[in-house]
Nanobody, 121 residues
Framework: QVQVTESGGGLVQAGGSLRLSCAAS?????MAWFRQAPGKEREFVAG????????YYADSVKGRFTISRDNAKNTVYLQMNSLKPDDTAVYYC?????????????????WGQGTQVSVSS
C-alpha cells in the first residue's frame, strides 16, 4: 500500500505563489493534483507521467501552474504562480499504478489527505 502525503498549502494574496509537495511512500507511476472547492466537485488540476516527459493541465491553470517530479525522492511538486481567489480549494495528490495520466478521480489508486490553499483578494 502506497501512502501519499501533501504539504505546502497556506494563505496567500492574489498574485502570489505557493509550491505544493507530494511525497509517496513507494513507487508510483502517473501522478496528479486535484482540487475541491466548497460545494463543488473534485476537479483535475495537473498530471505527470513517471518519466516526467509529459505533463497535463486543466485550462484554468495553464500558464500559471507547473507540475514536476523527482523520482529519486518519490515526490511530485505543483508550483502555483499568479494565484487567484478562484484557486482557493483543498488540493489533493493522487497516484496511479499505471503510466497514463487521466482526469477521472475514480481511476486513481492512492490519495493524500489534502492541503488547504486559500487565496485572498
Amino acid at each position: 500500500q502506497v501512502q501519499v502525503t501533501e504539504s505546502g498549502g497556506g494563505l496567500v494574496q492574489a498574485g502570489g505563489s505557493l509550491r505544493l509537495s507530494c511525497a509517496a511512500s513507494g513507487r508510483t507511476y502517473a501522478m496528479a493534483w486535484f482540487r475541491q472547492a466548497p460545494g463543488k466537485e473534485r476537479e483535475f488540476v495537473a498530471g505527470i507521467r513517471w518519466s516526467g516527459s509529459s505533463t497535463y493541465y486543466a485550462d484554468s491553470v495553464k500558464g500559471r501552474f507547473t507540475i514536476s517530479r523527482d523520482n529519486a525522492k518519490n515526490t511530485v511538486y505543483l508550483q502555483m504562480n499568479s494565484l487567484k481567489p478562484d484557486d482557493t480549494a483543498v488540493y489533493y495528490c493522487a497516484a496511479r499504478r499505471t503510466t497514463v495520466v487521466v482526469t477521472t478521480t475514480e481511476l486513481y489508486d492512492y490519495w493524500g489527505q489534502g492541503t488547504q490553499v486559500s487565496v485572498s483578494s
